[in-house]
């Protein structure tokens, strides 16, 4: 079987876009590995699925791949370039589409200079949202925030937790570029008080609008960019009452933007989605 793919990516952050409303795409966990696997497959840190909607007042569905095979709630890169999918392929015609993910509903929105943003919904930041086990904890109230501690490397660290759908626990560091993303990031990804693994966020402060952020992203490893990263970074620092909305983010592969208004509203995600190439590949081979 042969199956048509777009490759794209949103600041670096590499997709796999798979329209399955006009191909049969049913895959195995296995399968999926192969598809990204930078040798043997096509490579990506994601593959996103273009499906028919099953919600009423939705124009899509869109089911993400991490490169590790596993299916998760969100990602806001990929929503991104989900957008400028189905409007290059002629799917919608539509500048606003609402798209319905296994975690809510989100609202991208094709902008005049070729940028996409995003409604990402509002973030939700009790533990059990993550879900992140809090037992027998001390939490540290900062600003609204409460930050845990988490034993890592053999060190104390205080993250935040936020969920943007899919979960991230975020630490800020004073020196984005020497933090140790790779040291450290598997363990976090891994750690037994995240019974469904996590994201892990290392956020260096510029100023009060801008920061430098490298996440370690479960499923995929560290990432060039990581959108919902993006997001409860940005509403992890207003919480914690060291940024002020909106907030410039410096990702080792590009821009992003966020906008957030406080508890309980949405988070606004804009950047760049772009399309790389196109190609069709014989699944019986991967
Ligand atoms: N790159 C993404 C996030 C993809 C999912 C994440 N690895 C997870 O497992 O939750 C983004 O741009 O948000």
Known sequence: MKLRFTKMHGAGNDFIVIDAIHQDVSFSTEQWCRLADRRFGIGADQILVVERPTTEGCDFRYRIFNSDGSEVEQCGNGARAFARFVSDKGLSTERSIRVETMKGIIAPRLEEDGSVTVDMGAPRLEPGALPFD????????????????????????????????????????SDVESAPVEQTGPEIEAHPRFPKRVNAGYMQVVDRHHICLRVYERGAGETLACGTGACAAVVAGIRRGLLDSPVRVSAQGGELSIAWAGDGTPVYLSGPAVTVFEGEIEIGNT
Do not use: C, I, R
Not at 153 to 168: E, I, Q
């Open 134 to 173: 809090s037992a027998g904890l001390d939490g540290l109230l900062e600003g609204t925030d409460t930050t845990w501690p988490l034993q890592v490397g053999g060190k104390t660290v205080f993250v935040s937790v936020v969920s943007m759908g899919n979960p991230h626990a975020v630490q800020v560091v």
